[in-house]
């Protein structure tokens, strides 16, 4: 085999096509056949003539993740475990929330960051994922789930934009209309404050959301809990936002885990609004969700939780609580490790 089907974008297979002589529109075909049809054999793209078929066969290979575990979560939340083609694993998480689907996806094997409250970081970096890597956990949830899943969030293992050409290249693959045709709204990449990559993003053709891994207001204290902020510390970051909520218009979405007596004082808070002044961000609480590396690392109390969000109230920053979902399969943020 040349070519695998999954690193292609429209752009390679309409060359590949051209090279072989056959019209552009072909590529359309192939592609509405794997991303919107979810039709992943050669013989079943009936639209196509036998000989082409069968060049595709002998040619380009239809590489998928192989699903190793699929759990079910209680909340119906389900996790699945691939295993790719070095033997490296990975996991995704499909959420149900009242009807509405969110594919959940992973951009590396591993992550390099190492946050301190994060079982992903803890657990080492292997590598990138290539591009078919990440567009194939969709596809095999879509295929697997029987109809279409609506939504899909870079919140799985990894940190996106540090594979970023990958995950770019994935995104105008969702987003085209010959392939699976999603909307740019329907499309979240959370990041851990990579400046240089939103900046990109605030740039980038297709207008997606963007949330912000936040977790702490202050350099010294997400410092310690993300040493990533030692590279790109708090002000280089909120430029880079500011940046990307005036060329887009999108407001940024910030994630903050509720560590007990780590960040979640009134304190925090009210530096958290003062840091955030200006961009009109919309605050997601995630309750934290305690990782076995960190034994020690404690959802908050509720009481705590009050008045945290009383701080905020009294800022007029607006934001949300989350209820956790599918940690009883350790498939909550912060927990994917690729092997539980
Ligand atoms: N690397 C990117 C994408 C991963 S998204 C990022 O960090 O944004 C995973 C989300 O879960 C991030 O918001 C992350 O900060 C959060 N998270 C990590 N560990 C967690 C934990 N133990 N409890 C709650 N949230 C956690
Ligand atoms: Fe990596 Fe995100 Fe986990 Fe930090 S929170 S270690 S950036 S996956």
Redesign the pocket.
């Known amino acids: 085999m040349i070519y695998d089907a999954l690193e292609l974008s429209l752009n390679d297979w309409q060359i590949l096509f051209s090279e072989w002589g056959e019209q552009k529109f072909r590529a359309s075909q192939v592609c509405q056949w794997i991303y919107a049809k979810k039709e992943f054999t050669y013989d079943g793209m009936t639209n196509l003539s036998k000989s082409l078929r069968e060049k595709l066969g002998s040619n380009v290979a239809m590489g998928f993740p192989v699903m190793i575990r699929q759990q079910v979560s209680k909340d119906g939340t389900r996790k699945f475990l691939w295993q790719l083609n070095d033997g490296a694993r990975i996991e995704s998480v499909l959420l149900n929330h009242g009807g509405h689907k969110t594919a959940c996806i992973s951009s590396q094997a591993g ?1 390099p ?3 301190s ?2 079982e ?2 803890a657990n080492g970096f292997k590598r990138n994922l290539t591009r078919g890597e990440i567009v194939g956990q969709f596809l095999m949830m879509e295929k697997i789930n029987g109809s279409d899943i609506n939504n899909v969030v870079f919140m799985g ?3 996106p934009l540090l594979n970023e050409d990958n995950v770019l290249s994935v995104i105008r693959s969702f987003n085209d209309k010959n392939m699976r045709n999603l909307g740019a709204r329907h499309i979240t990449i ?1 990041t ?1 404050g990579i400046a240089p990559g939103i900046e990109d993003l605030a740039d980038f053709e297709i207008p997606i959301r963007l949330s912000l ?1 936040l977790h702490a207001p202050n350099d010294e204290l997400r410092s310690r809990l ?1 040493p ?1 902020n030692k590279q790109y510390p708090l002000q280089r970051v909120v430029e880079a936002l500011k940046r990307y909520r005036e060329r887009t218009g999108e407001r940024i979405t910030i994630e903050y885990a509720l560590i007990d007596r780590v960040n979640d004082s009134p304190e925090c808070a009210y530096e958290t609004a003062a840091l955030l002044d200006g961009l009109e961000p919309y605050i997601n609480l995630i309750p934290f969700n305690p990782i076995p590396s960190r034994p020690e690392l404690k959802r908050s109390e509720q009481s705590r939780i009050k008045a945290f969000c009383e701080a905020l109230s009294a800022m007029k920053i607006e934001y949300e609580l989350r209820k956790e979902r599918g940690s009883d399969i350790m498939a909550a943020c ?1 927990q994917l490790a690729g092997s539980h």
């Open positions: 992550c960051l190492k946050c409250f994060c992903t970081g293992m990894g940190e959370s851990s891994s993300m990533v912060g």
